[in-house]
């Protein structure tokens, strides 16, 4: 079957015509608005980060336990904040929770990173607020970048959860190999 393509031309004959105003200023105005949807920035996405999370699983902050007890001096407040600290440490969540298996594959026409992780929650309590950071590299293991994601979902206590294809963000087109880690957490 072939289709004869001198109707459909014939009929666009005004398109091509050097005198014709009226193509001219089309093809002004698509060049104008093609180069100036080039030019605008485009801003993160919800998925990346540009800058590193600034929290820290086991920052606590230690009040002043003189309130709570007038029977205490500041002085015996300020000895006694060390030791709830450390307690407090110790049960941080991201101790109790693994990243059991991870894969990786492309989607988006390539250019987006679906992550499939499975989350083992070892903790005698549930954790939310997961952040992830995943760093890509090439096939001879050369970095490429990382990027990270905040999974607002929680794991139950002594369980665990699949996240399957979490978009984590836009990766390069060379990237081969990708490896994620566990960053912070919070208990619920």
Same mark, same amino acid.
């Given at each position: 079957?072939?289709?004869?393509?001198?109707?459909?031309?014939?009929? %666009? @004959?005004?398109?091509?015509?050097? @005198?014709?105003? /009226?193509?001219? /200023?089309?093809?002004?105005?698509?060049?104008?608005?093609?180069?100036?949807?080039?030019?605008?920035?485009?801003?993160?996405?919800?998925?990346?980060?540009?800058?590193?999370?600034?929290?820290?699983?086991?920052?606590?902050?230690?009040?002043?336990?003189?309130?709570? @007890?007038?029977? %205490?001096?500041?002085?015996?407040?300020?000895?006694?904040?060390?030791?709830?600290?450390? /307690?407090?440490?110790?049960?941080?969540?991201?101790?109790?929770?693994?990243?059991?298996?991870?894969?990786?594959?492309?989607?988006?026409?390539?250019?987006?990173?679906?992550?499939?992780?499975?989350?083992?929650?070892?903790?005698?309590?549930?954790?939310?607020?997961?952040?992830?950071?995943?760093?890509? /590299?090439?096939?001879?293991?050369?970095?490429?970048?990382?990027?990270?994601?905040?999974?607002?979902?929680?794991?139950? %206590?002594?369980?665990?959860?699949?996240?399957?294809?979490?978009?984590?963000?836009?990766?390069?087109? @060379?990237?081969?190999?990708?490896?994620?880690?566990?960053?912070?957490?919070?208990?619920?």
């Amino acid at each position: 079957m072939t289709i004869d393509v001198k109707p459909i031309l014939g009929k %666009m @004959n005004w398109l091509f015509d050097r @005198n014709n105003l /009226a193509a001219k /200023a089309l093809l002004a105005v698509v060049v104008t608005v093609g180069f100036f949807a080039w030019l605008m920035p485009s801003g993160p996405s919800d998925a990346q980060n540009s800058a590193p999370s600034s929290r820290s699983p086991a920052v606590v902050s230690t009040p002043d336990a003189s309130w709570l @007890n007038p029977a %205490m001096t500041p002085t015996e407040a300020s000895l006694a904040a060390p030791a709830q600290a450390t /307690a407090l440490a110790e049960t941080a969540p991201l101790d109790g929770l693994k990243i059991s298996s991870q894969s990786w594959r492309r989607g988006g026409l390539g250019s987006k990173a679906l992550v499939t992780l499975t989350l083992r929650n070892g903790n005698d309590y549930a954790v939310k607020d997961i952040e992830i950071s995943c760093a890509f /590299a090439r096939r001879d293991g050369s970095h490429l970048t990382d990027r990270t994601r905040l999974i607002h979902d929680s794991v139950n %206590m002594k369980s665990r959860k699949t996240f399957a294809r979490m978009h984590v963000g836009f990766v390069n087109i @060379n990237a081969d190999k990708a490896k994620c880690a566990l960053v912070a957490a919070s208990r619920i």
